[in-house]
Each structure stands twice: as structure tokens, then as C-alpha cells.
């Protein structure tokens, strides 16, 4: 990509018609380069919807003190796990960032502190479902990080203040997994569709109240009982959920794919709205 290219992506969002809005169940970072049916459900959810100009990325794996988004102009690709084959930490995904588009973010939250990292790049949450989506890597990828001193309710509101970025060509992905419990994975069935009577439990209950848009009782998710204190026992895959939802204007479409556990305690439950 020469300077003239890269000038071009990084310049102030126009108005678009308004982008959908995704929650991917990214599961396995193995999933960056095998062929599953998980994979092929991002590339058909992308072949559906308007290139975007920009994507921007809740991942669960980036929680911070406070809220960062990504500014640099070239994120680097990080490979934030281990005990993979080789073949996966050769894989680059070299998309460019949007220093402007991370400043528009900024300014454009009002009731939080929003701010500009150097460091970070995309993690696994990002860039394994994205390359399969878009695998030329010629649109800018931000990634918005996980506060871990805000509540579910804040970052439902924190959410629902990148509305506007959707009538500019964002697309805003929320990457996690609905249920995600590693400590109970049964590890030899983990690419069998089978889930504990728990994870069903939750899962199905989650669905329902997405497709009710019930928002408020995902919000309150820890007063659900024992299912979802084992389909959720730490809130970082369910969080970027609340992202996508608080993105849904009342009555927008919504749809569900990807519906499938994994090893018992995993779902890849998949969300698109609009």
C-alpha cells in the first residue's frame, strides 16, 4: 500500500447508509486458519453486507484501566496465546489502522474518557475472524478495549454512544463468546457440537432475550442463576454482547448463525443486526 492509498483511507468518514452491526463467536484461535463451518459463516455474513470503510473491534481480549482505542496508522498483529502449531504465528494480518478515525471515536464519547493507545494492534479476538472476512486486509481495523472497572450497564452505554460511527461506513464487531468457560471444556470433544445441560441452558435463554431484544436482562446476566455463573464465570467474552446490543435501534432486524456449541462449555453463538 503506497502513501497516496493509505492517505486516502484516512480520511474523515463521510455519511453512509447505516452499517450492520456483528457479535462473532471467535472461539479457537485455530480458527484463523482452518476450514470450518464457523469460518465459512464470517465469510457469508460479510459477502451479505456493504463494504465497509472502517472496522472497529470490541475483543475480549484487550481489557484495560479505562477505555483505549487503537490510533496508530499500522497495528501489528499480536499472537496473544500459546501451545499453537507453528503455522498459526506465522499468520500476518496486515491491515491498516485510522489515527483519524481513533480521534473521531474519541471526541464523539461523551460520558467516558476515551483513550488514544500506540502500543497495542490487534489480538486474536480481532484478527482471526476478520482475515476470513475480509482477506485482503485493505480496510482500516481499530480495536476498542474492555475497561474491566465498568459494569455491564457502562460499557451497554458506552456502547450505544458509536451510533453515529454506523451512518459512516464503520462496521462494529463485537468478538467473544456468549458462553466460554475453559476450566470446563471437555477437551475431547471440544470440535463436537455437545454442550452440559448448563451451557444449554444459558445459551438458549441468551438467544431468546437477544431476539426479544431484551437488553435489560443481559445486562443483568449475574442475577440469572447457576447457569450463568457457569456459562459466564469471567465477563470478558460476554461484554463486547452488550456493544452489539446497544447498537440495536427498537424493533431493527436481527439474526442469529454460527448457533453451535463446542467441548460442553463453549458457544459460538453469532449475532447480526440490521
Not at 455519511?15 to 463451518?37: C, D, R, W, Y
Request: net charge negative; aromatic share 8%.
Amino acid at each position: 500500500m503506497n502513501l497516496c492509498d493509505l492517505n486516502t483511507l484516512l480520511k474523515p468518514l463521510e455519511s453512509t447508509p447505516k452499517m450492520p452491526v456483528l457479535f462473532l463467536g471467535h472461539g479457537s484461535p485455530m480458527n484463523a486458519i482452518e476450514e470450518n463451518q464457523f469460518v465459512k459463516g464470517f465469510r457469508q455474513v460479510s459477502a451479505q453486507i456493504e463494504v465497509p470503510k472502517a472496522i472497529l473491534v470490541v475483543s475480549a481480549h484487550w481489557e484495560t484501566r479505562g477505555t483505549k482505542v487503537t490510533a496508530m496508522a499500522h497495528p501489528k498483529t499480536i499472537h496473544d496465546f500459546g501451545g499453537f502449531p507453528p503455522a498459526l504465528y506465522e499468520v500476518q494480518y496486515p491491515a491498516p489502522g485510522s489515527p483519524e478515525l481513533a480521534k473521531e471515536i474519541q471526541t464523539s464519547v461523551r460520558h467516558s474518557e476515551v483513550h488514544l493507545d500506540e502500543q497495542w494492534g490487534l489480538d486474536h479476538g480481532a484478527w482471526t475472524v476478520i482475515r476470513h472476512m475480509y482477506p485482503k486486509a485493505d480496510i482500516p481495523v481499530l480495536q476498542l478495549s474492555l475497561d474491566y472497572y465498568k459494569t455491564p450497564q457502562e460499557h451497554y452505554a458506552l456502547g450505544r454512544e458509536l451510533a453515529s460511527l454506523r451512518k459512516k461506513g464503520v462496521l462494529i464487531v463485537g468478538s467473544g463468546n456468549v458462553v466460554h468457560n475453559l476450566r470446563m471444556v471437555h477437551w475431547q470433544k471440544l470440535n463436537e457440537p455437545y454442550a452440559y445441560d448448563w451451557a444449554i441452558e444459558a445459551n438458549d435463554k441468551i438467544k431468546q432475550a437477544i431476539l426479544e431484544q431484551n437488553h435489560q436482562e443481559l445486562i443483568d446476566y449475574s442475577k440469572l442463576g447457576r447457569a450463568f455463573e457457569l456459562a459466564i464465570p469471567t465477563p470478558e467474552h460476554y461484554l463486547p454482547l452488550l456493544y452489539t446490543l446497544a447498537l440495536q435501534d427498537k424493533g431493527e432486524a436481527i439474526s442469529l448463525f454460527n448457533d453451535e456449541p463446542l467441548g460442553g462449555s463453549l458457544s459460538m453463538t453469532s449475532v447480526r443486526i440490521g
